[in-house]
T-cell receptor, first 116, second 110 residues
Framework: ETGVTQSPTHLIKTRGQQVTLRCSSQ?????VSWYQQALGQGPQFIFQ???????GRGNFPPRFSGLQFPNYSSELNVNALELDDSALYLC???????????????FGPGTRLTVT | SQELEQSPQSLIVQEGKNLTINCTSS?????LYWYKQKYGEGLIFLMM?????EEKSHEKITAKLDEKKQQSSLHITASQPSHAGIYLC??????????FGPGTRLSVLP
């Protein structure tokens, strides 16, 4: 059984650019959630994908978008990067589709994004 | 929207000492989750509590959810340097999303 993996590990981008982060879910899990964690803060929920469809979204602007693929891996895309987007981006996989009660999540190591 | 607060913000203890971290919710909790995070890394799932009065233990870590389901505590007995890290509580926000507390940074001095 493989755990949750994320790529790349680190990334440096310039303000205004676009970025794509990738996540492979744990074997057997069909749900992926993405979080943004600024330095010294708890993770903030961006959105969740279940069976290739968005299944809940946090308070993030539309320039944060995602995809989930048939193998349940996922991408997080951020357009028009801003300095405040600098953070650790975490993905988590779980089994289940309903947001309530399906949060025994397993996290990847994260992607550290720096926007200059 | 549900909000979680944690106390203390940070904690430094001597190895072998017991400690408690608290998590308080602005609303009744559907499910309360505890995670541990090494600095700059992913989160490790520790425990999930759902029922009022529920208590779970794993090795030297015990978590409790109060009867009113608005507060949880995480207790570590005989702390070790391996317990050092950031402890985060998280909760299902009424089916809308998932929220985390700000975290408690624990340092254990050998």
């Amino acid at each position: 059984e493989t755990g949750v993996t994320q790529s790349p590990t680190h990334l440096i981008k310039t303000r205004g650019q676009q970025v794509t982060l990738r996540c492979s879910s744990q074997s057997g899990h069909n749900t992926v959630s993405w979080y943004q964690q600024a330095l010294g803060q708890g993770p903030q929920f961006i959105f969740q994908y279940y069976r290739e469809e968005e299944n809940g979204r946090g308070n993030f602007p539309p320039r944060f978008s995602g995809l989930q693929f048939p193998n349940y891996s996922s991408e997080l895309n951020v357009n028009a990067l801003e300095l405040d987007d600098s953070a650790l981006y975490l993905c988590a996989s779980s089994l289940g589709g309903e947001l309530a009660g399906s949060y025994e999540q397993y996290f990847g190591p994260g992607t550290r994004l720096t926007v200059t | 929207s549900q909000e979680l607060e944690q106390s203390p913000q940070s904690l430094i203890v001597q190895e072998g000492k017991n400690l408690t971290i608290n998590c308080t919710s602005s609303k009744t909790l559907y499910g309360l989750y505890w995670y541990k995070q090494k600095y700059g890394e992913g989160l490790i799932f520790l425990m999930m509590l759902q029922k009022g009065g529920e208590e779970k233990s794993h090795e030297k870590i015990t978590a409790k959810l109060d009867e009113k389901k608005q507060q949880s505590s995480l207790h570590i007995t005989a702390s070790q340097p391996s317990h050092a890290g950031i402890y985060l509580c998280g909760a299902d926000n009424y089916g809308q999303n998932f929220v985390f507390g700000p975290g408690t940074r624990l340092s254990v001095l050998p």
